[in-house]
């Protein structure tokens, strides 16, 4: 059973430049989160899709964005890069359509690095 | 709110010693806790997770007990290995939608 698979695995962006990072989630999950995480932040939640709805933001700002397809894969885009938007981006999916008493199953992540 | 507070790190353990890594959480109303641990390079993996209250959720000889009245859910292993280091994250989930939220990590490494 494929895992959860991130698409690039490492980036390499200039300030300015726009970014989208691809996720596919497990077969038949349908809930797709996506996380930021930083030495000095730790794992910070970005937000949550589910059936192509976004039913859960955190607090980042607007140039952060998602959107989920039908088959149940992600994207996340940032736009005008700056150079704290360094960081691991982790996808997890999960069976659970509310509650989160399944548990996530996390991709490897896509390593973004801003110069 | 929300939060997971967890022990601060890096801890260094000797091979075959007692692991315990202290977790606890503050939630609106009833959360289901994990322990996920992250290998250098990787993403975050389900260690073990435990849904309501007195439950233990028990993996590849480590366990964690919810305890409601302490609110608490700490991490143990009666004896670690050099393939236990790792990064250890606790984590809860509310019913009320699908965010969890992390702990900031604890760091371990065992050595031979």
């Known amino acids: 059973k494929a895992g959860v698979t991130q698409t690039p695995r490492y980036l390499i962006k200039t300030r300015g430049q726009q970014v989208t990072l691809s996720c596919s989630p497990i077969?038949?999950?349908?809930?797709v989160s996506w996380y930021q995480q930083t030495p000095g932040q730790g794992l910070q939640f970005l937000f949550e899709y589910f059936s192509e709805t976004q039913r859960n933001k955190g607090n980042f700002p607007g140039r952060f964005s998602g959107r989920q397809f039908s088959n149940s894969r992600s994207e996340m885009n940032v736009s005008t890069l700056e150079l704290g938007d360094s960081a691991l981006y982790l996808c997890?999916?999960?069976?659970?359509?509310?509650?989160?008493?399944?548990?996530?199953?996390f991709g490897s992540g896509t390593r973004l690095t801003v110069v | 709110g929300n939060s997971v507070t967890q022990m601060e790190g890096p801890v260094t353990l000797s091979e075959e010693a007692f692991l315990t890594i202290n977790c606890t959480y503050t939630?609106?109303?009833?959360?289901?806790l994990f322990w996920y641990v992250q290998y250098p390079g990787e993403g975050l993996q389900l260690l073990l997770k435990a849904t309501k209250a007195d439950d233990k959720g028990s993996n590849k000889g480590f366990e964690a007990t919810y305890r409601k009245e302490t609110t608490s859910f700490h991490l143990e292993k009666g004896s670690v290995q050099v393939s236990d280091s790792a990064v250890y994250f606790c984590a809860l989930s509310i019913n009320t939608g699908n965010q969890f939220y992390f702990g900031t990590g604890t760091s371990l490494t065992v050595i031979p």
């Open positions: 997890a999916s999960s069976l659970a359509d509310a509650g989160g008493g399944y548990g996530y199953t």
């Open positions: 077969s038949g999950h349908r809930s």
């Open positions: 939630a609106t109303g009833y959360p289901s």
